[in-house]
């Protein structure tokens, strides 16, 4: 139950503050890289989907690409800190009682 909770505690972490993030770098002006442009063309053009391949629609589907990357990210950056976290809190060999 422990361990479903803090999954569940660090999943809203991560989609909380990914968004935050992905809102405070699409503020700032900014291309889109030419590779995710093509990327995305691909993708649509392999999935049949070319009514979505116009301009405004490439640049919405790139800032939802930006939207989940920063949620990644956020959520891989939690992960770490959980990783370090419970390995400066575990007692070293040389500190544990009883010997």
């Given at each position: 139950?422990?361990?479903?909770?803090?999954?569940?505690?660090?999943?809203?972490?991560?989609?909380?503050?990914?968004?935050?993030?992905?809102?405070?770098?699409?503020?700032?002006?900014?291309?889109?890289?030419?590779?995710?442009?093509?990327?995305?063309?691909?993708?649509?053009?392999?999935?049949h989907n070319e009514q979505l391949s116009g301009d405004e629609?490439?640049?919405?589907?790139?800032?939802?690409c930006l939207i989940a990357a920063c949620m990644?990210?956020?959520?891989?950056?939690?992960?770490?800190?959980?990783?370090?976290?419970?390995?400066?809190?575990?007692?070293?060999?040389?500190?544990?009682?009883?010997?």
């Open positions: 139950m422990k361990l479903i909770a803090r999954i569940l505690c660090y999943l809203a972490i991560a989609v909380v503050g990914g968004w935050y993030l992905a809102v405070w770098i699409a503020a700032h002006p900014f291309d889109m890289p030419d590779f995710l442009y093509h990327a995305i063309l691909f993708v649509l053009q392999i999935t629609d490439v640049e919405a589907l790139g800032i939802m990644v990210g956020v959520g891989l950056l939690c992960w770490l800190l959980d990783i370090t976290v419970r390995r400066l809190r575990r007692p070293h060999p040389w500190q544990r009682s009883g010997r």
